[in-house]
């Protein structure tokens, strides 16, 4: 399903990494924080009211109605909420951390919070993929502990096996799930010079070879974002429907998405741009553009205010921005052909305040 280059090939890919490749619908992105706008100006009582009855917080900054709908117009400067709102937000790495994630021009990355899932070692990469791609798992510290418990000791380097363990401290979230959004959607955020990124999520171990993965999923394709088809259903209203007899989220919290969807004139298509309307984002492979970058910021944003199930909210943000075309829309075939799926080990612990 998934053709790669042969091994020979592969060990010569050159990936373009010019600045900006595709659109220059967005010219310079400028993400909101407390450094230019102070936290709670006008009337901070009732900022903090409202920002305490939802998941907004010191990470996100609180992302009214208003700035919301302004969000998703397209203009050559625009200036978004895209989480690290403020120094106090939480989500803190250390500076050799830091340090060896700017390094990074190409990143492969995973996250396992609050002790969730044990770590898969990717298998099937290059050589030269070895020496050009980063591959970063993000625990916090139950994690560690739990691994530690297990024998998974990260080395002097900082390492366990290919993996560059990152340890967050200060989860801005109570939910484990919305922790992860932030590696999983904000990678531009994290890894802020490189030019491509590839998600995997904790239960899958990935088995392809990145650079080769790029090759054939972006630039073949000329797109700038690869994500799956979803395997079961073909529509977000479907979806929500799943999602509340799954017990995946509460009746009361889809449905305020939903309705606010409905509201916003969301279509019940099952199919957008001749692919399933629908998709699964345990991989996301992606170029690193300002548009790109907008798009998953926007998609951070709808996780924090509505339910942490991304696969409601992607459908609608890419609707919304109408000019994302180059999206590569692949098949779940595919996605079996780049992980090996392991399934959740263990549940992941809430934070306790």
Same mark, same amino acid.
């Given at each position: 399903?998934?053709?790669?280059?042969?091994?020979? #090939?592969?060990?010569?890919?050159?990936?373009?990494?010019?600045?900006?490749?595709?659109?220059?619908?967005?010219?310079?992105?400028?993400?909101?924080?407390?450094?230019?706008?102070?936290?709670?100006?006008?009337?901070?009582?009732?900022?903090?009211?409202?920002?305490?009855?939802?998941?907004? +917080?010191?990470?996100?900054?609180?992302?009214?109605?208003?700035?919301? #709908? !302004?969000?998703?117009?397209? +203009? @050559?400067?625009?200036?978004?909420?895209?989480?690290?709102?403020?120094?106090?937000?939480?989500?803190?790495?250390?500076?050799?951390? !830091?340090?060896?994630?700017?390094?990074?021009?190409?990143?492969?990355?995973?996250?396992?919070?609050?002790?969730?899932?044990?770590?898969?070692?990717?298998?099937?990469?290059? @050589? *030269? =993929?070895?020496?050009?791609?980063?591959?970063?798992?993000?625990?916090?510290?139950?994690?560690? *502990?739990?691994?530690?418990?297990?024998?998974?000791?990260?080395?002097?380097?900082?390492?366990?096996?290919?993996?560059?363990?990152?340890?967050?401290? +200060?989860?801005?979230?109570?939910?484990?799930?919305?922790?992860? %959004?932030?590696?999983?959607?904000?990678?531009? &955020?994290?890894?802020?010079?490189?030019?491509?990124?590839?998600?995997?999520?904790?239960?899958?171990?990935?088995?392809?070879?990145?650079?080769?993965?790029? #090759?054939?999923?972006?630039?073949?394709?000329? =797109?700038?974002?690869?994500?799956?088809?979803?395997?079961? &259903?073909?529509?977000?209203?479907?979806?929500?429907?799943?999602?509340?007899?799954?017990?995946? *989220?509460?009746?009361? #919290?889809?449905?305020?998405?939903?309705?606010?969807?409905?509201?916003?004139?969301?279509?019940?298509?099952?199919?957008?741009?001749?692919?399933?309307?629908?998709? @699964?984002?345990?991989?996301?492979?992606?170029?690193?553009?300002?548009?790109? +970058?907008?798009?998953?910021?926007?998609?951070?944003?709808?996780?924090?205010?509505?339910?942490?199930?991304?696969?409601?909210?992607?459908?609608?943000?890419?609707?919304?921005? %109408?000019?994302?075309?180059?999206?590569?829309?692949?098949?779940?075939?595919?996605?079996?052909?780049?992980?090996?799926?392991?399934?959740?080990?263990?549940?992941?612990?809430?934070?306790?305040?």
């Amino acid at each position: 399903c998934l053709k790669l280059l042969p091994d020979e #090939e592969l060990e010569h890919v050159e990936l373009p990494l010019t600045e900006e490749s595709s659109s220059n619908l967005v010219k310079r992105l400028v993400y909101l924080s407390d450094q230019g706008t102070p936290y709670g100006a006008g009337d901070s009582t009732d900022s903090w009211l409202r920002i305490n009855d939802t998941r907004f +917080n010191l990470f996100t900054g609180h992302q009214t109605m208003d700035e919301r #709908e !302004k969000s998703f117009k397209v +203009n @050559e400067t625009a200036v978004i909420h895209c989480g690290f709102y403020s120094e106090n937000g939480g989500f803190k790495i250390s500076d050799e951390d !830091k340090s060896y994630m700017q390094s990074c021009k190409v990143a492969v990355s995973t996250c396992a919070f609050g002790g969730g899932d044990d770590l898969y070692q990717p298998i099937g990469m290059s @050589e *030269a =993929s070895l020496k050009k791609v980063c591959y970063v798992a993000f625990w916090d510290e139950i994690t560690l *502990a739990a691994q530690e418990l297990q024998g998974n000791k990260i080395g002097d380097d900082g390492f366990i096996g290919k993996w560059r363990i990152v340890i967050v401290k +200060n989860l801005p979230f109570v939910d484990q799930r919305l922790n992860g %959004k932030i590696p999983k959607m904000l990678p531009h &955020r994290l890894f802020p010079h490189a030019k491509y990124s590839i998600w995997v999520d904790s239960k899958s171990q990935f088995r392809r070879d990145p650079l080769g993965v790029i #090759e054939a999923l972006l630039l073949r394709t000329n =797109s700038v974002l690869a994500i799956s088809e979803h395997g079961a &259903r073909s529509s977000v209203y479907d979806e929500a429907k799943a999602v509340v007899r799954k017990h995946k *989220a509460t009746p009361e #919290e889809v449905e305020v998405q939903i309705t606010q969807y409905r509201k916003d004139g969301l279509p019940a298509d099952k199919r957008f741009n001749g692919r399933k309307a629908l998709n @699964e984002a345990s991989v996301i492979v992606r170029e690193h553009t300002n548009l790109t +970058n907008m798009l998953m910021c926007l998609w951070f944003n709808e996780v924090v205010r509505f339910t942490s199930r991304d696969q409601l909210s992607f459908p609608y943000v890419l609707w919304r921005l %109408k000019v994302v075309k180059n999206i590569n829309t692949f098949p779940v075939c595919t996605r079996k052909d780049l992980v090996n799926s392991m399934g959740h080990i263990r549940k992941a612990k809430p934070l306790t305040n």
